[in-house]
Each structure stands twice: as structure tokens, then as C-alpha cells.
């Protein structure tokens, strides 16, 4: 499993429910950023695979949930632990500078 696609409907479920943390990217189809970020988020996912969930949620599909949480500039990781956001990462970075940020949700 990669990543999964979390929507408004199942947010609580997806995201603020799991057991594990969870990277959440939020993103729009015509965001170029957004794109480049995608890849890199998968290769995460599959590297952390059974220790953390990266979930992408496509903002002009699911406004509520990007509203719920501020969202104003894509594309944005949010961190969640159990039920809470924990960390913040905009704009589209390396792989190397992701894995630093979101370190202990990773380990």
C-alpha cells in the first residue's frame, strides 16, 4: 500500500482514528508544486510502510476538511497522532528535508 486518498466523509476514520500517525498531503490537481511533491510522498509511504499513513486529500474536492484545518497555500503536510495535528510542512520539498521534518512520526 502507498498512499491513500482520504475525502471529507472519511477523515475522522482515515486520519484522526488510526492507530498509526499519519502524513496528510493536502493538494489540487493544477498545482505544479503539488505534483513535484507526489512522488516523494509515495516513496515515503512505501519506506514507512506499517509504521506511518500518507493520505492525500484533494482540496477543491474536499473543502471542508481544508478549511477545517487553515488550509491557504498547497501544498501542505499536516502531521496527525492520534487525533491531533502535530506538524506543519508547506511547499514542495526534497525527500531528505521531509523525512527530517516529520522525523519522529516516522521512526
Not at 482520504?6 to 477523515?11: E, I, K, P
Request: hydrophobic fraction near 45%.
Amino acid at each position: 500500500m502507498a498512499t491513500i486518498t482520504v475525502t471529507d466523509a472519511d477523515f475522522q476514520e482515515k486520519v484522526l482514528d488510526s492507530e498509526l500517525p499519519v502524513l496528510v498531503d493536502f493538494w489540487a490537481e493544477w498545482c505544479g508544486p503539488c505534483r513535484m511533491l507526489g512522488p516523494v510522498l509515495e516513496e515515503l509511504a512505501a519506506e514507512h510502510e506499517g509504521k506511518v499513513v500518507v493520505a492525500k486529500l484533494n482540496v477543491d474536492e474536499n473543502p471542508a476538511s481544508a478549511a477545517k484545518y487553515g488550509v491557504t497555500s498547497i501544498p501542505l503536510v499536516l502531521g496527525f497522532q492520534g487525533g491531533e495535528k502535530v506538524k506543519e510542512s508547506v511547499g514542495a520539498k526534497p525527500k531528505p528535508q521531509l523525512e527530517q521534518e516529520f522525523a519522529d512520526l516516522l521512526a
